[in-house]
């Protein structure tokens, strides 16, 4: 078991504390574990800068692209049932994303397309080289349509996870399922799977499937109207030491239930609730006394799953990713560590992980048996190289 020198812990936490004093961050919650237990916790900052509401281990975070490992599993327990294969195509269970077509030419408003050589398969949305994209990105006249068509912006939308499948299927593709890797909304189609295999919601499976089972009683897609004052803000820089806030704890969307589950962006989450589920994927799937994933499938899972063993910097069409792209593969819902040397970062081989738009993250280090969760409040997460300080920051303090 990995070994931590005590006088060298406190540089975790000292990352985001400093960050959160040059009015960078609202609030910096950190906590690294190991298969003993919590190792080391550190929560410094405000959930509300404007009225100084101090932030705390029980906050409640929106974890946006954290909620994709989350769907994952619960979708890998399905395949663990033998209820569908991971080379399947996806109008078996959507029969809407049939027919699937690709962008090759035009605008927005004009686009040539043609024919996609075969079918999305489940494998293809879970690694995300579907060819979907997000409206956000605005980097591809696609990325416009899907913003034409109100496809990304999760907190605003008013229709259903079906209604967005149906949306997805009139459009075309980036480019022929399974040759590339493009950071998109197919885990919300793989939330739609989840609710035509199951015939339940998603927030019903996920609670069944993953919450429930590993005692994740704080996490969901909404705050209960009790625990909007554990609530956080939600801010955006303004220059390099000042913060705007976009969204106010206690005017937020996520007070009510959505109408739309985002199994891609959707949940918010506790940092107690969310180290159960690191916890469990470091135990080989099981926590809280139940097994929520096998260990031979998080196994496969970890594994770069990516065209012909590539990295993300070798077949990716975006220039967005949670995790800095070189040396490192994508799994089944997970990045995964390929070349620790070439991603520049100490780290180890078979590391697995995301991150959130709010500059959260998490990783599983199976080789030294830890994991780190890490919360706060800002988007964009690409705003500063917050996850590779804490990285540094962790492995200096292992003996």
């Known amino acids: 078991m990995t070994t931590f020198d005590a006088r060298r812990l406190d540089r975790i936490g000292a990352v ?11 609030c910096a919650v950190v906590q690294v574990a190991d298969p003993s237990g919590v190792v080391y916790t550190d929560a410094y900052g405000w959930a509300d800068v404007e009225t100084q509401v101090q932030i705390s281990v029980d906050s409640i975070f929106r974890i946006y692209s954290m909620s994709k490992p989350v ?14 294969l991971l080379e399947d195509p996806v109008e078996t269970y959507l029969p809407d994303m049939a027919n699937p077509m690709v962008m090759i030419g035009g605008s927005d408003q004009a686009p040539v397309v043609r024919p996609a050589v075969r079918s999305i398969t489940i494998r293809d949305l879970l690694v995300h080289t579907s060819g979907l994209t997000y409206g956000f990105f605005r980097q591809t006249p696609l990325d416009a349509r899907y913003r034409e068509a109100s496809l990304g912006d999760f907190t605003q939308v008013d229709y259903s996870l079906s209604e967005m499948v149906r949306r997805i299927g009139r459009q075309p ?6 040759t590339s890797w ?17 015939g339940q919601t998603l927030a019903q499976a996920l609670s069944e499937r993953v919450f429930e089972p590993l005692g994740m009683t704080e996490t969901g897609f909404s705050v209960p109207s009790a625990e909007t ?16 806030k976009i969204d106010d704890y206690a005017s937020s969307a996520y007070l009510e239930p959505p109408a739309f589950l985002s199994g891609g962006g959707g949940l918010v989450s506790t940092l107690g609730d969310y180290q159960k589920f690191a916890s469990a994927l470091l135990a080989g799937g099981i926590g809280n006394g139940n097994r929520v994933i096998g260990r031979r ?19 990716g ?5 949670e995790v800095a792209m070189d040396g490192m593969g994508f799994g089944l819902g997970f990045s995964v560590v390929e070349d620790p040397a070439a991603n520049a970062n100490v780290c180890s081989r078979g590391e697995f992980a995301w991150g959130g738009a709010a500059s959260t993250a998490f990783w599983v280090d199976p080789v030294e048996k830890l994991t780190t969760v890490f919360m706060t409040q800002l988007l964009p997460s690409s705003t500063y190289p917050l996850r590779r300080q804490l990285h540094s920051a962790v492995y200096q303090a292992i003996e």
């Open 173 to 178: 593709l980036l480019f022929d399922p399974g």
């Open 16 to 26: 985001g504390r400093r960050h959160v004093d040059a009015g960078r961050l609202p």
């Open 229 to 244: 004052g554990r609530f956080t803000s939600l801010y955006a820089p303004v220059g390099d030491t000042k913060l705007f």
């Open 297 to 315: 499938t998080l196994e496969y899972m970890a594994t770069n799953h990516l065209p012909h063993g590539k990295l993300l910097n070798e077949c």
């Open 317 to 321: 069409q975006s220039l967005f990713a």
């Open 71 to 84: 769907t994952s599993i619960a979708l890998m327990q399905l395949f663990e049932e033998g209820t569908f």
């Open 182 to 198: 493009n950071y998109s909304m197919s885990t919300d189609v793989c939330g739609a799977v989840i609710e035509a295999i199951t």
